[in-house]
C-alpha cells in the first residue's frame, strides 16, 4: 500500500507542476497579444 501512496502522490505532484506550467505560458501568451 505505501507503494501505491507513493507512487499516487507522485502523480500529484507531477500534475500541479504542469498546470503551474502551464498557466505561466498562458499568461506569457496573454502578455504577448496584448503588449
Same mark, same amino acid.
Given at each position: 500500500m505505501f507503494?501505491?501512496?507513493e507512487w499516487t502522490k507522485?502523480?500529484?505532484e507531477i500534475r500541479d507542476r504542469a498546470i503551474k *506550467? !502551464?498557466?505561466t505560458? !498562458? +499568461?506569457d501568451l +496573454? *502578455?504577448?497579444i496584448k503588449g
Open positions: 507503494g501505491f501512496w507522485n502523480k500529484v *506550467e !502551464l498557466r505560458n !498562458l +499568461d +496573454d *502578455e504577448k
